[in-house]
C-alpha cells in the first residue's frame, strides 16, 4: 500500500496544532502565567492542567494518507459507532452506506475529506445539543454538511455533528473547491461526532466499536 503526505491551511505550520486552537491556548496559558506569578498556586496547578488539556485537544499531527485505488478513509478520529444502510443522505434522496464516527475530548479533533473530488454543496444547519454518540444526534443537533462529488460521479456526503459540550463547527473549505483524500478541512470544539454517507454499491471496511484516525485508517472501497 502506498501512502502520501498531505497538508492545507489549517496547519500551516511546523506546530501540530490546529489554528483554531491558538487563542483557546494562548488565553489560558496567559491566565496560567499570570496566577503562577502572583504566588497563587492553588489556583495555577488546576489552570496548567486545563492548558495541557486544550493544547492536546487541539494537536494536529501529520498522517500517512494511503494512495490506494478506490480507498475512503475516515475523516475522523474515534470509535465507530454505527454501520449500517440508511435510505437517503443529507443532501440525495438514494439508499446509502452510513458510518458514524463518535470523538471524544480525548480524540484528535480535526476533521479530514475521505476522497478525492469537488466540493459541490455545504449546508449548515442549527440544531439541539445532545450526547453525540446517540442515534438521534444525527438528525437533531446543530450540523454542517458537505456534498463530495468524485471524479467517477460518485456522491459523498461528510456531515460534522455538533455534541453535548461540543457547540462549535469549524468548516475551512467552500463549495466548488477540489479537495483530496486526507486534506484537512475543519474540526468541532471539544466532543462531537462525524456520519459519512457513501454510495450503497461501497465495500465496507469497519465495523461497530472499531477505533479509526483521520485521513490513516481505511473504511471502505468504492466500487
Known amino acids: 500500500m502506498k501512502y502520501r503526505q ?3 491551511r489549517i496547519r500551516n505550520s511546523r506546530i501540530p496544532v490546529a489554528r483554531a486552537g491558538y487563542p483557546f491556548i494562548g488565553i489560558s496559558g496567559l491566565v496560567t502565567g499570570g496566577l503562577a506569578l502572583s504566588g497563587a498556586t492553588a489556583w495555577a496547578v488546576p489552570a496548567l492542567v486545563l492548558t495541557v488539556f486544550i493544547v492536546s485537544f487541539f494537536r494536529d499531527p501529520e498522517r500517512k494518507i494511503p494512495d ?9 478520529d474515534g470509535r465507530v459507532v454505527r454501520v449500517e444502510t440508511v435510505p437517503k443522505s443529507p443532501f440525495y434522496e438514494a439508499p446509502c452506506k452510513k458510518i458514524g464516527i463518535f470523538m471524544s475530548i480525548f480524540n484528535v479533533h ?6 478525492e473530488g469537488r466540493l459541490r454543496a455545504i449546508r449548515y444547519s442549527k440544531g439541539a445539543f445532545m450526547a453525540a454518540d446517540k442515534d438521534r444526534a444525527s438528525e437533531l443537533n446543530e450540523r454542517n454538511a458537505l456534498l463530495l462529488e468524485t471524479r467517477s460521479g460518485k456522491a459523498i456526503s461528510i456531515v460534522q455533528v455538533a455534541g453535548l459540550i461540543a457547540r462549535r463547527i469549524v468548516c475551512v473549505v467552500r463549495e466548488n473547491e477540489p479537495v483530496v483524500r486526507g486534506q484537512r478541512f475543519g474540526l468541532i470544539r471539544f466532543g462531537s461526532r462525524v456520519d459519512l454517507y457513501l454510495p450503497e454499491t461501497t465495500l465496507i471496511r469497519v465495523r461497530a466499536g472499531e477505533r479509526v484516525r483521520a485521513g490513516a485508517s481505511i473504511v471502505g472501497y468504492l466500487r
Open 68 to 76: 490506494e485505488p478506490g480507498a475512503v478513509v475516515a475523516p475522523a
Open 110 to 115: 480535526v476533521n479530514r475529506i475521505p476522497y
Open 6 to 8: 498531505h497538508g492545507n
